[in-house]
């Protein structure tokens, strides 16, 4: 109304979360030296026992459940439930990460796998499901959660959410996010939306744990520096100066406009290229 105001008050406390922001794509082979779960059927999962102990939320989990459904839970909630919910919810399940919690079926065909990476005190758990179907037995889908003993943070990567269908692809009935144990905490990237397109094979999602009153760092990277470029025999070797900022998470290689990669090491060798041709390069840091 015009130039009025009005001030209220709220009493409460906050609650510590967790946040995304997008990696680079690293997929883990969990088949590689890894354990395949056996899950084959409809609405089943496995408990197994983690490498290391994993906080989540306010608590510590040295045990997980992997639903053959996209998710995994921590604590005593079953993982059993076939239709995603809006989170968050005090329905079962509680205490969810869930990278693509979808209406998946294992009967005729994909697999879980998890396996152990790294050494202490930086281990990663990864769990894959590979090549599972939507309930109508439609498509394949293969994504992976990544659990850092390290960091404490969670990583999604997706390396094929189509199944052909537009009411399933990319998440568009899927939901992607984690719940704490209580079923009251919770930090949702996307409900019922096709939200992975541009993360299938490109880029991860990684939830980090904000702890306290900290704000996030607001200023991004420095632009990187020196960059040099070497032409070769159909290819271009590009090389720039380190960026030593800590929340330097990538750099993205861009030919005449396009990102072309996406690499943590500050040099890069682009192929296939043209002999004769002039192309002009851009690096930025993420």
């Not at 794509?25 to 994993?54: E, K, M």
């Not at 939306?193 to 993360?199: D, E, H, V």
């Amino acid at each position: 109304a015009g130039s009025a105001t009005d001030t209220r008050s709220a009493t409460g406390t906050v609650a510590e979360n967790y946040a995304f922001s997008d990696g680079p794509y690293a997929w883990v082979d969990a088949t590689a030296g890894g354990t395949n779960t056996g899950l084959r059927a409809d609405d089943a999962s496995v408990t197994v026992a983690l490498p290391f102990a994993f906080p989540f939320f306010d608590g510590s989990h040295t045990s997980v459940k992997i639903s053959t459904n996209g998710y995994l839970v921590f604590g005593p909630s079953a993982a059993s439930a076939w239709s995603n919910s809006r989170l968050p919810s005090s329905a079962e399940p509680n205490g969810i990460v869930a990278p693509f919690w979808d209406d998946l079926r294992l009967v005729s065909r994909g697999s879980i796998w998890y396996r152990t990476v790294g050494t202490a005190p930086n281990r990663r758990f990864v769990v894959s499901w590979i090549g599972a179907p939507h309930y109508y037995d439609v498509g394949d889908s293969t994504f992976q959660a990544i659990l850092e003993e390290g960091s404490g943070d969670i990583v999604f990567q997706y390396q094929d959410v189509s199944f052909g269908d537009p009411f399933a692809d990319y998440g568009a009935s899927a939901t992607v996010g984690v719940e704490d144990t209580a079923g009251t905490v919770v930090r949702t990237f996307s409900f019922d939306q096709a939200s992975l397109a541009s993360y299938e094979r490109a880029r991860s999602l990684r939830l980090s744990y904000q702890v306290g009153s900290t704000e996030p760092d607001p200023t991004p990277p420095a632009p990187p520096s020196a960059l040099t470029a070497t032409a070769g025999v159909e290819s271009v070797s590009l090389d720039w100066a380190d960026n030593a900022e800590s929340d330097l998470a990538s750099y993205r290689v861009y030919r005449d406009g396009v990102q072309v990669a996406e690499t943590t090491a500050s040099a890069h060798t682009d192929g296939g290229l043209q002999a004769g041709v002039t192309y002009r390069y851009r690096v930025t840091a993420v």
